[in-house]
């Protein structure tokens, strides 16, 4: 149902500047003018994200939300310099009233602090875009912008008096928590009355209809989605230690009230309680429901959904944080997964869930953990895998209330601790001892990054460190004299075997050619630099090696195939020089020319076009949550604008994936490629 008259009403959206540049946009391609009526330019206005979410290629449909979400974070996220320095005085505050005394807030930590308000409030935006673009959101237009641009005003939530404060340029919070099943209940709502239809308020108490039939006269967003909050929460924990109960079978294409009936009220979060959102699931495939018994001795409680899409599982979900599986009914679903034909996928989902709620007990009751369990818990060899849209965090709540960290570490790092015996016996460290201990060749910590999670350090290295002569270190583990160790350019010469000071113009060039060590700040800020072939392989060729490899490809094979990616013809080593958006002196966030130009003030050039998949298939131990992005220069991809290649390695495995470049800002924490020219290449 189109409703441009709602968003006219509401928003006077058709004066809008971004409705008016619709039009022009819409004009200049179609050669048509777009008719004056407001609810003819709100529509067409609307028609753009609608053809973005109903593009068939997958790939330029991604392309296009994630360019809305660009636009979006742009727009509507906080901005280091917004920050309110009140913050920062209640960060002192709260360290005061920890004990820790009175802290000095550096630029670092203003950064650090900077770094993840940010990366908080681009991921729970994000979160909202995702699943309003999702197939599962099968709301009318006009609602999905209602929702997004009530979001987009709405601050943190204040339990005591159940409201959403108003969201202004300073602030830090995050955006709302996404709860499917409560924007299913307002969306629903909303749509019906619009179609003229009474919502079912049959099962509200008197007091709660009258103030629900206030709320939706109002049509204030923030107000409907907290009641809603509110009136869907979660069964009791003693309700859920019952896991007797009955699956119960929905049909494919049979009446979805009787599922929508079923969930609501009881605080799933999921979104199949939502009308809409039931009815367009069970014309895909049947739906699976285990409901455990209520107090009354009924199986009323949904615990577990299992969607189909035509014969094959779509999804599994449970009631716990982000849908994964609550701690009692892992074993259940795991029966019923076993009469499916590929239900044998979700087997190590099932076992993780399992291990994660027999440790959880376990600490519970104070007992002790193995070192097998603390592989487990902190994700060593592999990432714990649940049924949620996000991970689930009990492993994080487990360890900090554990509050035994250094403990856990000499269990786990077995190396750094064998270092502690020879530093308490008095025992002299040796290079490989000391390379280890500077994490010269990579990180100690195995431990996987999450977003809103840092990696869990071993702080006895950082303590070990602190307590050595750093310049005597150095020597020992670089094999070299003090003079050989360069602090500004002036210093370097032929001799140089390390240089460690701030990146200046020309620099890469005055470098010798041989030089390896570079830092800004030792030990932790290190230049990468190693030899790459590329060239000699078609483009074909390459997405073949790559494919044989096992790397994931995804979407960048339109880029590879575009005929502006163009493969040097005879092979040649490159040598790329890896560093961050800091390591080139931006404090701030610096667009992709600002990034290439200082690159070339350095001496570094832009790579070729073949780089990122040679460099791919080269670099295949890289560490976990790892993205590089290659400096070079841009290709058009369908459905975007023009991209570079980015290499990473998430929970399913190594990428050669592209990112979107124009017009963009990078953090200073995000790493690029660019290729140190042969020496007598010209630079500038």
């Known amino acids: 149902m189109e409703n441009p008259e709602f968003l006219k009403q509401k928003y006077g959206l058709h004066n809008t500047p971004e409705v008016e540049s619709a039009a022009q946009r819409t004009e200049a391609q179609s050669g048509e003018k777009v008719p004056q009526k407001p609810e003819n330019r709100i529509q067409n206005y609307l028609d753009r994200f609608t053809e973005i979410l109903d593009r068939e290629d997958p790939e330029k449909r991604e392309r296009g939300v994630e360019a809305l979400k660009q636009v979006l974070h742009e727009k509507f996220v906080i901005k280091p310099e917004e920050i309110p320095e009140s913050y920062f005085e209640t960060q002192k505050r709260i360290a005061r009233e920890r004990g820790q005394g009175e802290i000095e807030v550096t630029d670092e930590i203003r950064r650090q602090h900077a770094e993840v308000i940010i990366a908080d409030q681009e991921g729970t935006l994000d979160n909202w875009i995702d699943y309003l673009a999702s197939l599962d959101a099968t709301y009318p237009d006009w609602l999905k912008y209602y929702a997004v641009r009530s979001v987009l005003g709405l601050g943190g939530y204040d339990k005591e008096k159940k409201q959403f404060a108003k969201r202004d340029k300073g602030t830090v919070k995050p955006f709302p928590d996404l709860n499917r099943e409560a924007l299913a209940y307002v969306l629903d709502v909303m749509e019906k009355k619009y179609r003229g239809e009474k ?198 709540e487990i360890i900090g209330r554990r509050n035994n960290i250094e403990g856990d570490a000499r269990i786990l790092f077995l190396r750094t601790t064998a270092i502690e015996n020879k530093i308490i016996s008095g025992e002299p460290l040796n290079k490989e001892d000391l390379e280890y201990l500077y994490e010269i060749n990579g990180p100690i910590e195995n431990f996987h990054e999450r977003i809103g999670w840092s990696p869990l350090k071993d702080k006895r290295a950082e303590k070990f460190r602190a307590q050595r002569n750093l310049e005597q270190d150095m020597l020992v583990i670089f094999e070299c004299t003090r003079e050989e160790i360069a602090r500004v350019p002036s210093q370097i010469n032929e001799n140089t075997k390390v240089y460690v000071g701030t990146l200046e113009p020309g620099i890469f060039q005055k470098f010798p050619e041989n030089l390896e060590h570079i830092y800004t700040s030792f030990p932790d800020k290190k230049i990468r630099r190693e030899n790459v072939e590329i060239g000699g392989k078609s483009a074909e060729q390459l997405i073949s090696e790559i494919g044989s490899a096992g790397i994931n ?56 076009a073949d780089t990122g998949p040679n460099y791919r298939l080269k670099y295949q131990d890289q560490p976990l949550n790892e993205w590089i992005y290659i400096g070079m220069k841009q290709i058009a991809a369908p459905g975007g604008g023009p991209s570079i290649f980015r290499l990473g390695h998430d929970e399913a495995g190594l990428w050669l994936s592209d990112d979107w470049a124009s017009e963009r800002k990078w953090h200073p924490h995000y790493k690029f490629v660019f290729r140190l020219p042969d020496r007598k290449t010209k630079i500038g």
């Open 199 to 396: 919502p079912n308020l049959a099962a509200m108490e008197a007091e709660d209809k009258i103030k629900f039939e206030q709320l939706l006269a109002g049509e204030n967003f923030g107000k409907l989605y907290a009641w809603a909050i509110e009136k869907v929460t979660p069964d009791s924990v003693k309700l859920m230690s019952i896991t007797e109960g009955r699956w119960v079978k929905y049909e494919k294409g049979s009446d979805h009230m009787s599922l929508v009936q079923s969930l609501q009220s009881h605080g799933t979060g999921w979104c199949t309680a939502g009308e809409s959102t039931a009815e367009a699931q069970l014309k895909k495939g049947d739906f699976y429901v285990y409901y455990s018994l209520d107090q009354k001795g009924e199986a009323k409680i949904p615990r577990v959904a299992i969607r189909m899409d035509g014969g094959a599982i779509a999804e599994v979900r449970g009631v716990a944080p982000q849908q994964n599986l609550d701690p009692y009914i892992a074993t259940v679903a795991q029966e019923k997964l076993k009469e499916f034909p590929d239900g044998e996928k979700y087997e190590k989902k099932v076992r993780d869930m399992k291990m994660l709620t027999e440790i959880d007990n376990r600490v519970k009751r104070g007992g002790a953990l193995t070192r097998d369990d603390l592989i487990f818990l902190y994700e060593i060899e592999s990432p714990i895998e649940g049924f949620g849209y996000q991970h689930d965090m009990r492993n994080t």
């Open 553 to 608: 490809l995804g979407f960048v094979i339109s880029m590879l195939q575009n005929r502006e990616f163009v493969p040097g013809k005879n092979p040649e080593e490159a040598t790329l020089i890896r560093l961050t958006v800091a390591d080139l002196g931006f404090k701030d966030q610096a667009t992709t020319d600002e990034i290439y130009e200082r690159a070339q003030i350095l001496g570094l050039e832009l790579c070729p």
